[in-house]
């Protein structure tokens, strides 16, 4: 019903969803393998390159 300004608030949503994961990404990025245990570094920190990713999915998951 609201025609064009449906897809023009999804694309500027969209648009915040990105920058708001990139100021977190590189957040964790740093301060993940400092806080967490020496031996279990690698795996803690993948939940940073998991995050984005596996969100989009599950966002997108249920629109069928």
Not at 22 to 40: F, L, N
């Amino acid at each position: 019903m609201i025609g064009i300004w449906g897809a023009v608030s999804l694309t500027i949503g969209r648009n915040l969803q990105g920058l708001a994961i990139g100021g977190q990404w590189s957040g964790i990025g740093a301060d993940g393998p400092e806080w967490t245990d020496p031996k279990r570094r690698g795996f803690t920190t993948s939940f940073a390159q998991m995050g984005a990713p596996a969100g989009m999915v599950l966002a997108n998951g249920g629109s069928r």
